[in-house]
């Protein structure tokens, strides 16, 4: 009997350690997604933030004295708030439809999109990974689309936005060798910035320096901006949220999904604009990411 209390005495022991250490474990990834700022490694930690934060709740559960309970319990509360108000993020439709879409550049059926583009008739485009040859196609086929700024790297392809509004003398730029592109068009409701943009993985891939860089760049520009982009991020996060702040905009729609990793539905094309919007999705079309139709408000919300 002894031999037999002393196992699970032991067994115990054991797994109260154990869970400790999932919980210091769970405790600083979420911090760190939480709190990204600190460090650009927490925008690594954003695509487990929401399971994660249930498996926080759950730990928190277990037994063991408040000091080592509470501070789980509450950045898993942070971090299911942070996620909570991205699918909240409840718009109105607004009048201004912006189509978004990355092409992936191996993608030879862009004729497809094309024509679920002239069935949407959108007044911007904001897409990703066109190519040299598909950009000359779709002058051609877009013929009442008025601007085109495309912004091609080594390889040839990259972003671009596309409008049915007349483009302001010399306000375009490039940026980031194909991965950024803007210019400022005269809309319906006067001079509105349109850029488009595809950022790289989050950290330690090159988005950590280039979410500094593009925060700077659109809080330079004057007026109001419509963002359309893959962020390759999720809505909660650091990168979204930061980009939202320096166009002086809100995210389109709660979260939807637009791309699969791993078997993973993930929400990183998203739309931004001065009052949001509302957003559904496209297609793939022979891409690997679905396309986004967004009706948004281009005058700032009171």
């Not at 299911?80 to 912006?98: E, K, M, P, S």
């Not at 910035?193 to 925060?215: G, K």
């Not at 979260?255 to 496209?282: C, H, K, Q, W």
Request: hydrophobic content about 45%.
């Amino acid at each position: 009997m002894a031999d037999g209390a002393g196992v699970r005495s032991t067994v115990s022991k054991f797994m109260r350690r154990l869970v400790l250490v999932f919980r210091v474990l769970t405790f600083v990834v979420l911090f760190l997604a939480v709190f990204s700022y600190l460090h650009p490694i927490g925008e690594s930690f954003s695509v487990i933030q929401f399971p994660l934060a249930g498996f926080g709740l759950l730990l928190s559960a277990f037994r063991h004295n408040w000091v080592v309970r509470l501070p789980l319990l509450v950045v898993s509360i942070l971090a299911l708030g942070q996620v909570g108000q991205a699918y909240r993020n409840l718009n109105i439709a607004g009048d201004v439809t912006v189509y978004q879409k990355n092409l992936l550049h191996l993608n030879d059926s862009t004729p497809r999109v094309l024509r679920d583009i002239k069935q949407v008739s959108p007044d911007v485009l904001t897409v990703q990974e066109l190519t040299n040859k598909a950009q000359l196609e779709w002058q051609n086929a877009l013929t009442g689309y008025a601007t085109l700024q495309f912004c091609p790297n080594k390889w040839g392809y990259g972003a671009a936005v596309i409008s049915k509004w007349q483009t302001i003398s010399g306000s375009g730029f490039c940026q980031f060798n194909g991965r950024l592109a803007g210019i400022k068009v005269q809309s319906a409701s006067g001079p509105l910035w349109l850029v488009s943009l595809h950022l790289h993985w989050p950290w330690p891939y090159e988005q950590a320096w280039q979410v500094p860089e593009i925060v700077e760049t659109l809080k330079r520009l004057d007026g109001p901006i419509v963002v359309g982009g893959d962020f390759n991020n999720l809505p909660w996060s650091g990168a979204v949220n930061d980009i939202s702040e320096a166009a002086r905009g809100r995210r389109a729609g709660g979260v939807e999904a637009t791309f699969v990793y791993s078997g993973i539905p993930l929400a990183i094309d998203n739309v931004i604009a001065p009052s949001g919007g509302v957003v559904e999705t496209r297609p793939k079309f022979s891409s690997d990411h679905l396309g986004l139709v967004a009706k948004v408000g281009i005058s700032p919300r009171p």
